[in-house]
């Protein structure tokens, strides 16, 4: 019989340890993406791009085609004496990298048009070739965009218009002064220290002011009842429910960017949970846990303050993920807390996730779990340069040119700063989320277990109200969309403009802002979201007014405001918000 290695052999033990530690070095580099799963990609599609002559011809034969097509252009350029209002390729719609004047003019109209038509040949080059997985597919065609990107034209003194017009005009003093910034972030970055500007915004000065008191404190929150803006509020509170991959004060930014205030002064007592930081400690603090300490225990206090009333549940982003949970959980052990739950950019079906799902897959998420294992938590600063590579253009490369080639300083805003206020994730928590969510979707599935038994969406039966955004790369539109198709309720299902957080954070009064809402009742047939789209007419100004309004219909006639906590029956106000946490 042969012989069979020990589980509690030692030396198995020793080879783990040293496999994961040198994957977490690895990954100090790499900026937290695994190299093994790059390379599988590229091996695949290099294997069958061999196999394939069809395909090869293919890319030559339009190799071609671009050239002579460049060529024409070329000629045409130089009989109209450099200039043309023809393009032989124009940008994609979200390419703004070559829509100035500048970019039109001799030899940059050229050098512009050259780079497209090579960005377009990669493309072909990534994609369309047979026996390659859809998965590696979409990251090589994601990677060859990004490794070209590094080459764009526009991100060269000599080959962008408006750098060398500015060069020349200042002396090569823009570079100078590019090089000092160069120089200060690179000094801060390698102290911890946040990035220039963000110093004038601090938690509980200018940002998070909205009045309140911490009434609830556990391991993992605190609960924030935010004081009553009149002498008559709606009997039905809110809790808000935040991601914990972020400070929970993006909804209560600066006074007249937080979603907070406005809702305070719409007549409702708001109840915010405020997620601790983890630490090394709290490696084992899983999903489970989140539910049980944040969710739950905060319900369990707002009970307690306003006693004998429902609650209206609010979710932002991965907030929106667990409120889901915690919900479907309670609706099946027949607990009912909830008047209405409204999603913020959330998601419970992770089939179509976006980009953000070409950084999770089996050789993605077993080294981000050797990271973490070494460290017990996720740092933010090593998630960013996943969720920096899917906006390089806006958050890499344009940064770069106007910081360090430009020469200049953009302002620093509230939503700047919050960006930068990092915060970490568990070791167990995020290996779950990443295994049991994105990869196996099992919440959509009907699978995902609480108290270890599954809980089904469809026993949620309060009405919904589901925000998307229309340039979401990490929840995008799409997929939270699919709540029509999840939930067996009343869904109002609000398309509004904007990213991720920017399209969140929408108040009144802002030009440029546009949305559509409708509702679908549980008795009305599915439509799907590109057929919904079309239908919808499109509203102009912020989306909030609108959910203020689904809020109203959803709650009873105003009433005396609560107190704030309930010290006889153990809740005392503990701090003044915004509390000690989110200060971590």
Known sequence: MPCQDSEEDPSLRLAEVFDRSLHYLLSRITLGLSPMALASAYFDWCLHLSAS?????????????????????LVHCAAQGGHTDRACIAPLPQDKRFSG???????????????????????????????????????????????????????????????????????????????????EDWERACNGRPPVGTENFRVGRELATTPGKVVFRNRLVELIQ?????????????????????KYYILDLSPGNSLVRHLREQGFTVFMISWRNPGRDDRSLGMEDYHRLGVTAALDAVARIVPDTRVHGVGYCLGGTLLAVSAAAMARDHDEPFATL??????????????????????????????????????????????????????????????????????????????????????????????????????????YEVAGRPVALGDIRVPVFAVGTESDHVAPWRSVYKFNLLMDTDVTFLLTNGGHNAGVVSPPGRTGRHFRVATRTERDRYIDPDTWLTQTAQAEGSWWPAWFEWLRTHSREKTSPPRTGAP?????????????????
């Open 568 to 584: 006889e029956r153990a809740l005392p106000p503990l701090a003044d918000a915004p509390g000690s946490y989110v200060l971590g």
């Open 226 to 246: 935010y004081e009553p803006a009149g002498d008559r509020v709606y009997p039905e509170p809110v809790l808000i429910v935040p991601a914990w991959i972020m």
């Open 342 to 447: 409204s999603f913020l950019a959330g998601q419970i079906d992770f089939r179509e996730a976006g980009e953000l799902t070409l950084f999770i897959g089996e050789g993605q998420v077993a080294f981000l779990e050797d990271m973490m294992w070494e460290q017990g938590y996720l740092d933010a600063h090593q998630m960013a340069g996943a969720f920096q590579l899917l906006r390089s253009n806006d958050l890499i490369w344009s940064r770069m040119a106007h910081d360090y080639l430009m020469g200049e300083r953009r302002p620093v805003f509230d939503l700047m700063a919050w960006n930068s206020d990092s915060t970490r994730m568990p070791y167990r928590m995020h290996s779950e989320y990443l295994r049991r969510l994105f990869m196996a979707n099992e919440l959509a599935e009907g699978r």
């Open 101 to 183: 004047a500048r970019w039109q003019e001799w030899p940059f109209n050229v050098i512009h048009q050259a780079f497209l038509l090579q960005q377009q040949w990669w493309h072909n080059a990534a994609t369309g070739i047979r026996g390659v997985s859809a998965h590696h597919e979409r990251v090589l065609e994601f990677t060859f965009r990004q490794m070209l990107d590094v080459f764009s034209p526009s991100n060269f003194v000599a080959t962008n218009p408006e750098f060398l017009r500015k060069t020349q005009a200042e002396l090569g003093l823009n570079l100078v002064r590019g090089f000092w910034n160069l120089v």
């Open 53 to 73: 002559p069809g395909k090869q011809l293919q890319l030559w034969q339009k190799g071609v085609r671009k050239s002579s097509r460049l060529a024409v252009h």
